[in-house]
RNA sequence: GGCUGCGUGGCAGAACGGUCAUGCAGGGGACUGCAAAUCCCCGUACGUCGGUUCGACUCCGGCCGUAGCCUCCA
């Protein structure tokens, strides 16, 4: 079976194969760095990772960019606002943003490209599409004409004249087509600008991804992925500008786009007031659970974010390290990997949900195994399968010592493991009522004490 | 108004033209000093109206509802 991917471009599966047999390349459109980061900006990189993982697996070498835009109108605010360089508010939402990753289990890059870093071939693209007629200078912008470039609106499937009457914004005198967007604009003295050919300025917002693509990626690549809300204007724009600097060579061979994330099912915003913030999520949620969540639904499919659903993924990883806790010191079996019926459901548009069924009837089998033999080869499984997924990722003792930040009492190990000795000798005396009595007493700070044939064992609640 | 989706059991969430999704919750049983964990068994679905078909949750059409985008936005 084929690898499929569903392409925006032609709005249905296909069967993906890279450019070249055993490389896959792959850009994923990355944050703004002007505060923090919310779920559904992670929902992207949590995706593309997983995604990454499995090309990995099938293809060998993945070579994946997702850019941070550290330069743009509301950075200049936010450092306007503080008064302070935009270094200083770009360096510390980027630092916030890798923070979170790590947290979530998504691997780095092979590539992080900076606007700062790409002022040079950001304006020798612009350069080139001038010269190439789709592009021209006018009060100090730059804009690409949409005209020049027939296919624009095939991504979006939109037609270039009927958005016309639909548009909201005025249009600005300087433009020679109303649906013409800026590539490079003017700065006034106080704002931060660079040189250009143009004046002093700063890139507008599509162009940096054109040309970060290209200066580490190539001119063509497989897979161009992010958002939903990016396929108009942004990946639209990005395919005009890198189609027509590239002589008509094909930009991205495949789109993909995620889903929005919602919370209590309405859409995140700053005047509802449900923003959620993944480093405030991370004060009482394990970074697993998060990433749980959102790999949880199909990429494709809108998530709704609840109290109830992360308790869930919560639930689902317990049971998942309960059956890793109950394999033991079993040695995982060589050479054994996921699954079929698991890469199978990965590799078909990465069916996360399909693929955690498949997880959990590995779960029950691990949980029914009577022989070392088996229990070897299915931890095997189960833990190539999880890091697949980018899950299971520490040992099953230290997901229950750690699993629930949130109801943390203070307790320290040490004075479970005291409590825990003394209600073994009440157990070894047949004391039940000592025993349920210091079991009663760990509960109630948080710590539920479980009698296994191997003896007791204790979890944070 | 234009474009693109979605509507599955108490909740979350997939697949598939005729056979189990899966997890949580719920009911019954096994195990246990009692629990917990685990195992076994069991309910409750496919928005609505038509069409195609031997047979549709799955394909087609209408309707209703709902979400996103239409140059800030993951």
Not at 42 to 63: E, S
Request: aromatic residues 8%.
């Amino acid at each position: 079976m084929t690898m499929q991917l569903y392409n925006t471009l032609n709005s249905r599966k296909e069967p993906f194969t890279p450019q070249s047999p055993d490389r896959v390349t792959m850009y994923v459109c990355g944050p703004t760095v002007y505060s923090y980061a919310h779920i559904g900006n992670y929902r992207p990189p949590v995706v593309f990772d997983t995604l990454a993982r499995v090309l990995r697996r099938r293809f060998g070498r993945v070579d994946y960019a997702r850019n941070i835009t550290d330069i743009d109108d509301k950075i200049n605010a936010a450092a306007a606002k503080e008064g302070v360089d935009i270094s200083v508010i770009t360096d510390r939402y980027t630092a916030a943003y890798h923070a979170d990753l790590q947290s979530l289990g998504v691997e780095p890059t092979t590539h992080e490209p900076r606007v700062t870093k790409h002022l040079p071939q950001i304006i020798s693209m612009i350069e080139t599409l001038i010269s190439a007629g789709h592009a021209y200078a006018a009060e100090g912008h730059v804009l690409f004409n949409v005209p020049s470039y027939p296919d624009y609106g095939k991504l979006s499937k939109r037609d270039t004249r009927e958005m016309l009457a639909g548009a909201r914004v005025e249009v600005a005198p300087y433009k020679k087509d109303p649906g013409d967007f800026v590539l490079w604009k003017p700065s006034s003295p106080e704002l931060p600008g660079w040189d250009s050919p143009w004046g002093r300025g700063r890139p507008g917002w599509h162009i940096e991804c054109s040309a970060m693509s290209e200066a580490v990626l190539g001119e063509t690549i497989d897979i161009h992925g992010g958002g939903h809300d990016l396929v108009f204007p942004h990946h639209e724009n990005e395919i005009a500008q890198s189609t027509c600097a590239h002589g008509g060579k094909t930009y991205a061979r495949y789109w993909m786009h995620n889903g929005f994330v919602n919370v209590n099912h309405e859409k995140m915003s700053k005047s509802i007031g449900n923003v959620l913030l993944v480093k405030d999520l991370l004060q009482t949620l394990p970074g697993e659970v998060i990433r749980l969540v959102l790999l949880t639904g199909h990429y494709r499919q809108p998530l709704d974010w609840t109290d109830e659903v992360a308790s869930d993924a919560r639930k689902k990883l317990d049971r998942v390290y309960g059956a890793l806790r109950d394999l033991g010191d079993v040695k995982s079996a060589e050479g054994v990997t996921a699954p079929d019926a698991f890469i199978a459901a990965l590799e078909d548009d990465l069916n996360t949900p399909m693929a955690l069924a498949e997880l959990f009837d590995l779960v029950r089998a691990a949980n029914k195994a009577d022989n070392d033999a088996d229990k070897a080869r299915i931890k095997a499984q189960l833990l190539d399968a999880g890091h697949l997924l980018g899950l299971l990722q520490q040992t099953p003792a230290a997901w229950f010592a750690t699993a629930s930040p949130s109801s943390a009492s203070g307790i320290t190990p040490e004075e479970i493991e005291v409590l825990v000795a003394a209600r073994l000798t009440a157990r070894a005396n047949k004391n039940w009522a000592e025993s349920d009595r210091i079991r009663d007493e760990l509960k109630a700070k948080g710590v539920l004490v479980e009698d296994s044939k191997d003896g007791q064992r204790w979890r944070m609640l």
